[in-house]
Nanobody, 126 residues
Framework: VQLQASGGGLVQAGGSLRLSCAAS????????MGWFRQAPGKEREFVAA????????YYADSVKGRFTISRDNAKNTVYLQMNSLKPEDTAVFYC????????????????????WGQGTQVTVSS
């Protein structure tokens, strides 16, 4: 599976961005996809995840109510709609995919994902 992330950019606080992650290859084997982010000097952290089949979604507390993850199976693409952005959301955002079923609790851990896209930079100015 190859993952291509796009949609990052510079936005003012309170603004919105939509990230996209296009998957190619063995997409029929995907169980879950997620978004993670890493800010300068910080560890990578979980943002959101979605089941490829069924569409159940999961969010980090820090983004609940502001971010929405969705998928378009026909386009093999996962989206992350980010609203009410804050300067602390500034980070490189990565999409990832996993093949094997994992409980919802485990989807917050990066090691539960086998494939990663290149990052896309999101910068929120104050």
């Amino acid at each position: 599976v190859q993952l291509q992330a796009s949609g990052g950019g510079l936005v003012q606080a309170g603004g919105s961005l939509r990230l996209s992650c296009a998957a190619s290859g063995r997409t029929f084997s995907i169980d879950h996809m997620g978004w993670f982010r890493q800010a300068p000097g910080k560890e990578r952290e979980f943002v959101a995840a979605i089941r490829w089949s069924g569409g159940s979604t999961y969010y980090a507390d820090s983004v609940k109510g502001r971010f929405t993850i969705s998928r378009d199976n026909a386009k093999n693409t996962v989206y992350l709609q980010m609203n009410s952005l804050k300067p602390e959301d500034t980070a490189v955002f990565y999409c990832a995919a996993g093949f094997d079923y994992r409980s919802s609790y485990r989807l917050q851990y990066g090691h539960e994902y086998s494939y990663w896209g290149q990052g896309t930079q999101v910068t929120v100015s104050s």
